[in-house]
């Protein structure tokens, strides 16, 4: 697997090797062993999730602010442009995003470290969407950043007409939202 630093640091691009040929493709899409060697990412990963959604669906920015998750996501099918955003208040990039299109074409993965803010927006007609995380789902600490944020001044793909939930159409602004320390 091929791992490459964002100019957030922590978030990684990972490409697995994708052994193809006129019948299909195949990769290994997780080994433990090989990601904690390739990243030096030592948590545990306690829940896979699954999300199938529209074109244009855009979600998050989405955060756990106790049991904060790292996230390993990657797309099945279609095509998202996701993003990352650094909660951290301590951090030097605070408030900083990178974005990433991931696609079942180019098989690639994101690491977004607990800590960090999570999006998407769905770019083609549909996309299965699979994440790993490393903290399981908690409701009650579950907190949202509006997705268009000036403050963070996310660059979304044009033409795409976000389709929202009301969730994540009240989400708050940075200046507004609770962070990590």
Known sequence: MKVTATALPEVLIIEPKVFGDTRGFFFESFNQKAFQEATSVNLPFVQDNHSRSAKGVLRGLHYQIQQAQGKLVRVAS?????????????????????????????????????????????????????????????????????????????????????KLSEKDRQGLSLGCAQVFI
Not at 146 to 153: A, L
């Open 78 to 162: 279609g095509a998202v442009f996701d993003v990352a955003v650094d909660l951290r208040k301590s951090s030097p990039r605070f408030g900083q995003w990178v974005g990433v299109e991931l696609s079942e074409t180019n098989h690639r993965q994101l690491w977004v470290p607990p800590g960090f803010g999570h999006g998407f927006v769905v770019l083609s007609e549909s996309a299965d969407f699979l994440y790993k995380t490393t903290d399981y789902y908690a409701p009650e600490h579950e907190r949202c950043i509006v997705w268009n944020d000036t403050e963070i001044g996310i660059h979304w793909p044009q033409g795409v007409e976000p």
